[in-house]
């Protein structure tokens, strides 16, 4: 194996649906799912401070799937290594049963891991993204390298739409509202603390447009779950609602792509990977 190659190619699916930045909201919608789960959610308020610093771990976890994406082989599986340690000391205890349990138990890694990658493509294609069908099977398929870094068997990822649908299916018996999901829940739906960053700059990045651009997106992110995601959470499933779900995400992507400026579009991971590719 190539060390300072990549995991994925800049032609592959992967860079498709992570070269636009709307695949931000489907890091949003995955945590909505994520905390469906009664031992995922444990495991969450047990073992993270995100009500006191919610940006700490949005940005190590960005960070992780960039250098994945875009570093060489030699440092995703560095960043990789660096999070199934952190993950193998980790403990929860069933909020139920009482059982203590891992946090690196192929059942959660799994269950993360399909809700990350289904929810990106997810966002991306419904805010209208061109990706056909063995596009989306190939991102999937694509994306089982991820799985395995963090420590699963790639054969027991889904890698197609039909597979992650049948895994939602088998895994949806197991999922429910319990207190800690509500408390995420309502946590994301609100406005986020501030930013690191100058303190001059932070009334400015959570209060007035950037907290009803938050708000915004946060509804969104819940209407692009399924709807039996939906209804888990309360929320009654009307006849429009997908529309207008995608409707949503369409206006949100258009006003990123006028809006950010170009040099943000482009991050330097990315950059460097092209470079890589060039010369080889």
């Known amino acids: 194996m190539d060390h300072n190659s990549g995991l994925f190619r800049p032609d592959s699916v992967s860079w498709k649906v992570f070269a636009d930045p709307i695949v ?12 469906l789960h009664p031992r995922a959610v444990a495991g969450i308020a047990q073992n993270s401070a995100y009500r006191q610093d919610p940006w700490r771990r949005l940005i190590k976890t960005w960070q992780f799937l960039r250098t994945v994406l875009y570093g060489t082989t030699a440092e995703a599986e560095a960043a990789a290594s660096r999070v199934r340690r952190l993950h193998a000391g980790m403990r929860a205890s069933d909020p139920l049963t009482g ?22 493509l997810t ?54 509202r319990t207190r800690e999901a ?11 603390p501030p930013p690191p960053g ?10 007035g447009p950037a907290s009803w651009l938050y708000s915004g997106l946060s509804v969104t992110a819940i209407g692009l779950l399924p709807p039996w995601a939906r209804g888990l959470y309360g929320f009654r499933d009307r006849p429009l609602n997908d529309v207008t779900a995608s409707a949503s995400a369409r206006a949100t992507r ?6 950010l400026p170009p040099k943000y579009r482009v991050q330097p991971l990315r950059e460097a990977a092209l470079q890589r590719a060039a010369r080889s």
Do not use: C, K, M, N
Not at 25 to 33: H, I, K, N
Not at 103 to 119: A, F, Q
Not at 149 to 156: K, T
């Open 182 to 192: 509500a408390e995420i829940a309502g946590f994301l739906a609100e406005a986020p």
């Open 198 to 207: 100058p303190r001059a700059l932070r009334p400015a990045l959570t209060r």
């Open 254 to 259: 258009f006003l990123v792509r006028v809006s």
């Open 24 to 35: 931000a909201l489907g890091g949003l919608r995955s945590l909505y799912l994520q905390a």
């Open 123 to 176: 966002a991306v294609r419904r805010s209208g993204v061109p990706l056909t069908g063995p596009e989306a099977d190939l991102f999937y398929t694509e994306q089982r390298l991820s799985a395995e870094l963090i420590g699963l068997d790639p054969a027991s990822v889904p890698g197609s739409a039909r597979e992650v649908a049948d895994y939602y299916d088998s895994v949806r018996p197991q999922l429910r």
């Open 99 to 120: 059982e203590v349990y891992r946090l690196d138990e192929p059942d959660l890694l799994r269950w993360v891991h399909v809700t990350e990658v289904e929810s990106f």
